[in-house]
């Protein structure tokens, strides 16, 4: 019956409308879908659900030692090696506030427009226990023939976080009946990212014994805003001229970020009276891929 009435009235409508001399096209425009506006600033919030991928860190760790008894020097070595950790992939659920603008084309359903993006990620990856293979080789004071060994760094919690990210994201779309336009972007990120090796210790092991070359384990990190690029495909559907929501999925990729760790250490090794001091210096460096389907509603101005 409401059916009925509602063909009526559109009826009623194109009949005063031909009456008074207004196109009855004009009048059916009023019960169709909102227009896409011919343009418009906006703010949006919302949330995303993400799967970012930290993919694996390349690690590099130099130590060196100087072997002492009853104060005197009695060898001296180092070691060397790079190593590769395997940090997996996190999924995090994220707030996401966006300011956007808008513009169609003169005549046209083709738009442009740019959307700056702000995504608290809080994800992380962490592995225990990872090792970094090393070999190197110590001299006896005295001797001009150095003893090849091998050892491990051993590093308790490997850790990689990504905090924030925004991205800058110029787009063109095009507009369709129903009230609303698809669209295609791509331009830069900044991430903020850290890196943690806690827990690391210096073993070798010489003439089939494995010895804590370094002593008390050490924390190493860094941490720091990383630039990157991102592509994004979205479609926006509009309530009425102010209002719309606003679904779309990225995929962004962060340069690597490269971090550099230096420390010194002390080592009183055994009960022979050997005290074992030294460096550790290393490296490491990765880089985080993020793939996000948001969801905002946006107010126009």
Known sequence: MNHALSRRHHVIAA???AGVGVPAAAVAQDHAAPAVPQHAFYLGVGGSANLANF???DVYAVGTSDVFRDGARISSGSAAGPGSVGMGTDTAIAPVVQLGYFQRFTDSAWLWGANLNYTYLNASASVQNARIPQAG???PTGSSTPVPFTG???VQSYQTEVTHQVALMPFIGHAFDAGGFVYLGAGPTLSRMS???????GFADTNGTRSDISGAPQNFGTE????????MLGVTLFFDASWFVDVRYTLSATQRQTGNYASTFSNPNGTDGTL???TLVGSSAGRLVNQGIAFTINRGF
Request: no cysteine; hydrophobic share 45%; glycine share 20%.
């Open 15 to 17: 009949i005063i409308a």
């Open 137 to 139: 080789s110590y001299t």
């Open 55 to 57: 993919g694996t860190q």
């Open 195 to 201: 890196t943690k090796l806690n827990g690391l210790i």
């Open 152 to 154: 491990n760094a051993i």
């Open 224 to 231: 720091g805003w990383v630039f990157g690029g991102a592509a």
């Open 276 to 278: 074992i001091n030294g």
